[in-house]
């Protein structure tokens, strides 16, 4: 639960004068960016050294100064000066051995930044000026999105998978905006990962007849696209037309995202984040799920592998009801046992058959290994069989219902940890690293129930980065904290933990800057290797919106 509160005088006074040095970056922003995409508000903070310096200050961010030298000098070469392209070339490997050198004695080691790429993007300089303004903020690594809303970032006159391409421009079909991007990325020194969008496919492929057997479905047999709502009318979901999340049994779901697994690590980035690792976040009362007719379990593939969960025809009948009505009966229970008379006990995983009993010497066998008389005896082996308990339909029907509720709860987890697996395999085959994005609070139980999106980070598997989106807003930063520190307590031992913040430098909107962010992570865990903004459109809302919404002029 978020704390509330306000910022403290000194947090406040302590932005108000970062934002002072602010103006003097706003002529680094501008240069080769087309018309509808430049930006004069961008701000960059200035921390540290001097303009006659050149090289980073706090943070490992450039001063003002030096963005505004280099960015003219990136126009004049995007505008066909040689002599500029020449120095422009050295300039860029000039600041990736400053950004290496500074991030080798900068807590973190690594500083990453989430990006999402447009097709104005495409356009000459415009890329290459988008990198520079990563490292002039002290960025070694960046998390370019690959898979988001049901497209892909990739050429769209060859793109193997079965969503449209982010990119479809007239005369660029060939153009690879992400081989291009971790070129030059890496030419600047910074590590690219591959970010992609893993349960959630998106509008486009909820529309495909292909492809319905392979959507998740609750208990009405509606996907996330259809708005579902309950039986009593209350909004199951918040209707996000966008997403579209799948059955993470479904066979076909999986190979379709394993096809484009296998299409980005053609590219051979550094690394490939699986994010949307969960199902829908509903609202309102349904953000609680309370009964099994709200889970996203009535998919084909799940409602195949749940029953495969069930050892018997009297557990099988059992739970086909519980799932159908979302609850038992006692007559439920009396009828499943008269069908199956041979079954003793219906049984299924995590079910826990009531203690045999023993009638000799009135002696109750506790375990099939005997029980000690302290008389030099011991009963056990040479009891005649027992049976279960006479069976009382009322507390068999609560003990059903409580397991059946478990059993279902635990399917659509497991069905999360196991998508994420899959997925993962090929890129760490390869030896690249693969990681989790996940909220710290996705995976509570609330009173009866559990959070809607049952998101098991604790259960991802070790061998991959843990990334937490750390978002906690009580007005100071004593809420992050709280959050790294709770998924570092339930990381296995080795487990990369690389928090992800939210906020803006040197400014104060909602939630603390991410000086202050920082400082108290530092404070608080100083043995973090690295740590993830989120994002860089967040930094600077106004460019990216116009970035996003320029026209391409002409394609590469």
Not at 10 to 18: E, F, I, L, S
Not at 271 to 297: C, E, H, M, Q
Not at 330 to 358: I, T, Y
Not at 397 to 422: D, I, K, P, Y
Request: charged content about 15%.
């Amino acid at each position: 639960m978020a704390c509330r509160g306000r910022a403290s005088r000194g947090t406040v006074a302590r932005a108000k004068r970062a934002l002072v040095g602010l103006a003097a970056a706003l002529v680094g922003w501008t240069g080769a960016l087309p018309a509808a995409a430049q930006s004069p508000q961008f701000q960059s903070p200035q921390f540290g050294a001097t303009a006659s310096e050149g090289a980073p200050g706090a943070f490992c961010h450039l001063p003002a100064s030096a963005i505004a030298e280099d960015e003219q000098l990136r126009r004049r070469a995007a505008a066909g000066d040689a002599t500029a392209r020449s120095a422009y070339a050295q300039r860029v490997q000039e600041r990736a051995a400053a950004l290496t050198r500074c991030r080798t004695t900068t807590w973190p080691q690594t500083q990453a930044v989430w990006l999402r790429l447009y097709p104005c993007d495409l356009q000459p300089g415009v890329l290459e000026g988008v990198l520079d303004r990563i490292v002039a903020l002290g960025y070694n690594r960046v998390l370019v999105e690959v898979f988001y809303d049901g497209q892909v970032l990739l050429p769209s006159g060859n793109n193997p998978t079965v969503w449209p391409s982010a990119i479809r421009v007239p005369g660029a079909e060939n153009t690879d905006l992400l081989a291009r991007t971790i070129q030059l990325g890496r030419a600047r020194g910074l590590s690219v990962y591959a970010w992609m969008f893993s349960m959630n496919f998106g509008y486009s492929y909820g529309q495909r007849p292909d492809r319905q057997n392979a959507l998740a479905r609750n208990r009405l047999g509606q996907s996330s696209l259809q708005q579902p709502t309950l039986n009593d009318g209350t909004p199951d979901v918040s209707g996000t037309t966008d997403q579209v999340f799948v059955d993470p049994y479904s066979p076909q779901a999986r190979a379709d995202l394993a096809q484009l697994v296998q299409a980005v690590l053609q590219r051979r980035p550094d690394g490939v984040l699986f994010d949307y690792i969960r199902y829908p976040k509903s609202s309102g009362a349904a953000s609680i799920v309370t009964s099994a007719k709200n889970l996203w379990i009535y998919g084909e593939s799940s409602w195949e592998q749940i029953f495969g969960r069930v050892f018997n025809r009297r557990g099988q009948e059992l739970l086909y009801r519980f799932l159908v009505n979302g609850f038992v009966t006692v007559n439920d229970v009396q009828v499943a046992a008269q069908q199956n008379p041979a079954d003793r006990e219906p049984l299924w995983q995590g079910s826990q058959p009531p203690q045999p009993v023993a009638t000799t010497n009135n002696l109750v066998r506790a375990n099939s290994g005997g029980v000690n008389t302290g008389t030099g005896t011991t009963l056990g082996s040479s009891l005649p069989a027992t049976t279960p308990p006479p069976s009382n339909p009322a507390q068999d029907q609560a003990r059903f219902q409580r397991e059946l509720w478990n059993l279902a709860v635990e399917h659509a987890r497991q069905g999360v940890v196991s998508f994420l697996t899959a997925a993962s395999q090929p890129v760490l085959q390869q030896g690249i690293s693969a990681g989790a994005v996940f909220f710290p609070e996705a995976n509570r139980s609330i009173g009866r129930g559990f959070d809607s999106r049952l998101q098991p980070w604790d259960q991802f598997p070790p061998s991959l980065e843990w990334h937490p989106m750390s978002y906690a807003i009580c007005g100071t930063t004593s809420c992050i904290v709280d959050q790294v520190g709770k998924v570092r307590a339930a990381a296995p031992q080795g487990t990369q933990v690389i928090p992800a913040l939210a906020g803006r430098w040197g400014q104060v909107q909602g939630r603390p800057s991410l000086e202050d962010q920082m400082q108290a992570l530092q404070r608080a865990y100083p043995d973090l290797k690295a740590v993830s903004h989120f994002s860089y459109a967040w930094l600077d809302p106004q460019a990216d919106a116009q970035r996003r919404s320029c026209r391409v002029q002409a394609a590469r």
